[in-house]
């Protein structure tokens, strides 16, 4: 088997040369002449690298976590999340490194000691982390561990990637109220408070009680959505529109209301919040708030990099902006 140091006389380069073009570092700048000799000498060879040697030698494994904590489902089933991780992944093919994806399960927050290990095992040279729910447990292990981290999310944490959820809540809220609307039912989220912060300002502006306004929560799912859009409709019949915190139960919210015999939006109007790919072709397409989810993942990882490089990266909100589709329309009586 050949070995970098028959790479590196091949190519008439030393050893150091070739294993950093090998490993693709963006620390030296070589020739593309060179680059090319060491490339060519390694597939003639047929050259495999030791990821394990390199990692001894370097100390870096160049693999990168990518973290979804599991409370309902798996960021497989999670739209959002796997937006997330494609850019993510791109990112890591780009730059040479290596994405390791992880749920952990947190049940009576207790963290699942397999992923424990995976984090104090020196396997990782970082950590990118969904901060969306409770990840307590996680973060208390973290503290112990020298391991770069930038949290997804509204968990409190000096690097972190989020969404301007207090902006978001004002702009589902006001196109609403814009719309006529003043029966409506919200399908919120404990997670995020800032959302319905916004929420809540948005309807002191124009005079509305949030307090007289039906609240049911959900956990991001589908399913939560269907739950929480029959409760409030069965309590609340006069209701002519729903504000759902993200566009997964506004999904659902919709789809239930469909089976329970209501038009949408001829009798309820539903704004959801994400944009997710799925949401310009639902039916109806929704409304819903963007905030650019596509461009998360390697954001994050250029922050990612800037920690693993002993720098302090500025933390990132990302500005949300309204995409109005044909789930909303005027409350009835309204032009």
Request: glycine share 8%; aromatic share 6%.
């Given at each position: 088997?050949?070995?970098?140091r028959?790479?590196?006389?091949?190519?008439?380069?030393?050893?150091?040369t070739?294993s950093?073009?090998?490993s693709?570092s963006?620390?030296?700048?070589?020739a593309d002449?060179?680059r090319?000799?060491?490339r060519e000498?390694?597939?003639e060879?047929?050259?495999?690298p030791?990821?394990?040697a390199?990692?001894?030698?370097?100390?870096k494994?160049?693999i990168i976590?990518?973290?979804f904590?599991r409370?309902?489902?798996?960021p497989?089933t999670?739209?959002a999340s796997?937006?997330i991780?494609?850019?993510?992944?791109?990112y890591?093919?780009?730059?040479?490194?290596?994405?390791?994806i992880?749920?952990?399960?947190?049940?009576?927050g207790v963290l699942?000691?397999?992923?424990?290990d995976?984090?104090?095992?020196?396997y990782?040279d970082g950590?990118?982390?969904d901060g969306?729910?409770d990840i307590?447990?996680i973060m208390e292990?973290?503290?112990?561990l020298?391991?770069p981290?930038?949290?997804?999310?509204?968990y409190?944490?000096?690097?972190?990637l989020r969404?301007?959820n207090?902006?978001?809540?004002?702009?589902?809220?006001e196109?609403?109220?814009?719309l006529?609307h003043?029966?409506?039912?919200?399908?919120?989220?404990r997670?995020?408070?800032?959302r319905m912060?916004?929420v809540r300002?948005?309807a002191?502006?124009?005079?509305?009680d949030i307090r007289?306004?039906p609240?049911e929560?959900?956990?991001?799912s589908?399913a939560?959505g269907e739950v929480a859009?029959?409760?409030?409709?069965?309590?609340?019949?006069?209701l002519?529109a729903?504000?759902?915190?993200?566009?997964?139960?506004?999904?659902?919210?919709i789809r239930?209301?469909?089976e329970l015999?209501?038009?949408?939006?001829g009798?309820i109007?539903?704004?959801?919040?994400?944009?997710l790919p799925?949401?310009?072709?639902?039916?109806?397409?929704?409304?819903?708030v963007n905030?650019?989810?596509?461009e998360?993942?390697g954001?994050?990882m250029?922050?990612?990099?800037?920690?693993?490089?002993?720098?302090?990266?500025?933390?990132i909100?990302m500005?949300?902006?309204?995409?109005v589709r044909?789930?909303?329309a005027a409350a009835?009586g309204?032009?």
């Amino acid at each position: 088997m050949a070995t970098i140091r028959d790479v590196a006389n091949r190519a008439n380069v030393s050893v150091s040369t070739a294993s950093r073009i090998l490993s693709n570092s963006t620390k030296e700048k070589y020739a593309d002449e060179t680059r090319e000799r060491v490339r060519e000498a390694s597939t003639e060879l047929g050259y495999r690298p030791n990821f394990a040697a390199r990692a001894l030698v370097s100390g870096k494994t160049r693999i990168i976590a990518a973290v979804f904590p599991r409370f309902y489902d798996t960021p497989f089933t999670a739209l959002a999340s796997l937006q997330i991780l494609s850019g993510i992944e791109a990112y890591c093919s780009d730059e040479g490194y290596h994405l390791l994806i992880s749920s952990p399960k947190i049940e009576n927050g207790v963290l699942d000691r397999n992923f424990a290990d995976l984090l104090s095992g020196g396997y990782l040279d970082g950590v990118i982390m969904d901060g969306h729910s409770d990840i307590t447990p996680i973060m208390e292990f973290m503290s112990g561990l020298d391991l770069p981290l930038v949290i997804l999310g509204t968990y409190p944490y000096q690097h972190y990637l989020r969404s301007d959820n207090l902006l978001g809540g004002r702009l589902m809220m006001e196109h609403l109220i814009e719309l006529g609307h003043r029966e409506i039912g919200l399908i919120a989220l404990r997670a995020i408070e800032d959302r319905m912060l916004g929420v809540r300002l948005t309807a002191e502006d124009h005079g509305l009680d949030i307090r007289a306004l039906p609240c049911e929560y959900g956990n991001f799912s589908e399913a939560s959505g269907e739950v929480a859009a029959e409760k409030l409709i069965r309590d609340n019949p006069g209701l002519t529109a729903m504000v759902a915190f993200n566009d997964r139960m506004a999904m659902g919210a919709i789809r239930r209301l469909h089976e329970l015999g209501y038009q949408v939006p001829g009798q309820i109007s539903v704004v959801g919040h994400d944009d997710l790919p799925r949401s310009r072709d639902f039916n109806p397409p929704l409304t819903t708030v963007n905030h650019d989810l596509s461009e998360w993942g390697g954001l994050a990882m250029n922050m990612l990099l800037t920690l693993m490089h002993g720098e302090c990266p500025e933390p990132i909100t990302m500005a949300p902006r309204l995409v109005v589709r044909q789930s909303t329309a005027a409350a009835l009586g309204q032009s």
